[in-house]
């Protein structure tokens, strides 16, 4: 199998993005009558990569609801956060596009808006009826190669039909521009299987967990974590990662069981959708967002939901 350069990402000789550390997928937060609040969102920015171990910022995806958002409050997001940051770290969108000519101007206009990266989702329809071999890496290769964007690969959980076995997998992190990989397969066989195959085929793709609710057993294997998570607890995520890389488990297992109360608040919910809303109220505990404002189809969470989260956030010693 041929690998490409892993010094450099493009053809452009864009060094790769360092990601050897926690990505914060931030929220997008509104105000409270449902408009994009870009002044809120820079100030969420700044304060996430004021964290030293943060290494980029993963905009547009579930946590930010990215696929909410129109084509000009996607833009104008991604242009705020690349301001705000103001190259401290990169700017990575999440590209959704259903069709892979849709994806690639999607990603073109993500990369004119100044993203450096781009979170590559699979076409959704892929989720109700599969993929047919070979889509995936088409859909890869013409993102990076109308676009110039670093590309992440992402792994969806095993229980949907746009999960990529490791054919596919391996194939795509040969390709040129692609950088890294975001593994949110939930199934620990699968993990364990998969994740060393990768990782000795290919030594400089950067491995990221995505595993918000299962962050100790992927933690030991990864380079750095690309989750939710990242908005409201970056502080303990930077510890827990480099515990892991420590292979420091009495470490790991200190920190696990201080943040399981605001994973179970937050994670163990009855929709992984369910987990956006509950950052937003986390962060608003925290003094980062004024209101907890999310968009249709997301809907607000109950009182006792709300006051769960807050307990949870002060059991852990977060606020």
Known sequence: MTVHDPKLATETKTPVMDLRGLSPAPVTAFTRD????????????????????????????????????????????????????????PIIAGITGEGTEVATKEAKRAADAGAIGALVYPSHGWLRFGYQDGAPQDRYRAIHEGSGLQCIL?????????????????????????????????????????????????????????????????????????????????????????????????????????????????????????????LKIALVARGILKNATVRSPLLDLSKEAEEEIKAALRSSGII
């Open 34 to 89: 449902g408009k994009v609040d870009y002044a809120a969102n820079a100030e969420l920015a700044r304060w996430l990569v004021s964290i030293q171990g943060v290494k980029s910022l993963v905009c547009l995806g579930h946590a930010g609801e990215g696929t909410f958002l129109t084509q000009d409050e996607q833009v104008k997001l991604i242009e705020t956060l690349v301001e705000a940051v103001d190259g401290q770290v």
């Open 154 to 278: 992402f792994q969806y959980p095993d229980v949907t039909k746009a999960t990529y076995n490791l054919k596919t997998q391996l194939e795509i992190a040969a390709q040129p521009g692609v950088v890294a990989t975001k593994n949110g397969v939930r199934n620990m066989k699968r993990w364990d299987t998969e994740i060393p195959v990768l990782r000795n085929e290919f030594p400089d793709l950067q491995i990221l967990t995505c595993h918000d609710e299962y962050l100790l057993h992927t933690m030991f294997d990864v380079d750095g974590a690309l989750v939710g998570y990242g908005n409201v607890a970056p502080e303990l995520l930077v510890k827990f990662i480099e515990a892991g890389k420590a292979k420091d488990y009495v470490k790991a297992r200190k920190l696990h069981d201080q943040l399981l109360p605001v994973t179970k608040a937050i994670y163990h919910r009855g929709s992984h959708m369910e987990g956006t809303v509950a």
